[in-house]
């Protein structure tokens, strides 16, 4: 159903301290954060700091502009996560174009596409931002490819032992 729907997100300021890739039990601001996203019907909401993308209150954030998956680098105003490493590798092994580097708020506001990636919640796209569709307002192609990349090796590689 999500997958072929869609999630809902807000952009928001990121608000938290600098450190934010450590992981540690003083989530509180990520919490605020995700209900802000809730009270807004929304599932995500995407952190912007300074002009950028960071990441999302509870998720790593991909975009898609032109054919290209572009990915935050890691650095400290992120955790990053199981997922991110795994689209990044999938991706490069199967000849998909991608840019780590700073996401400006501008090229999310006029992406293609917008993925959201958990160890959870593992790939999911994101159609509505900030009340407007992304892209067609649909799951996109990049993403049906990485959902099924992502599939495939769930079922291959990291299926329970018989």
């Known amino acids: 159903a999500l997958k072929q729907r869609g999630l809902v997100a807000i952009t928001t300021a990121d608000n938290r301290w600098l450190r934010c890739d450590i992981k540690s039990v003083s989530l509180l601001p990520n919490v605020l954060l995700r209900q802000t996203a809730v009270a807004a019907g929304a599932a995500e909401a995407i952190l912007i700091r300074d002009g950028f993308m960071t990441e999302g209150a509870a998720s790593n954030i991909f975009v898609v502009r032109e054919g290209i ?94």
Do not use: C
């Open 69 to 162: 998956i572009l990915a935050p680098p890691k650095n400290h105003l992120m955790l990053p996560g199981i997922t991110y490493d795994l689209v990044l590798e999938l991706a490069h092994m199967h000849g998909l174009p991608t840019r780590v580097a700073p996401v400006a708020e501008s090229e999310v506001r006029s992406a293609d596409e917008i993925w959201l990636t958990s160890s959870t919640r593992e790939v999911l796209p994101i159609t509505q931002l900030d009340g407007r569709p992304v892209g067609q307002g649909l799951p996109g192609p990049l993403f049906q490819r990485m959902d099924a990349l992502y599939q495939n090796f769930k079922a291959t590689t990291m299926r329970e032992p018989s």
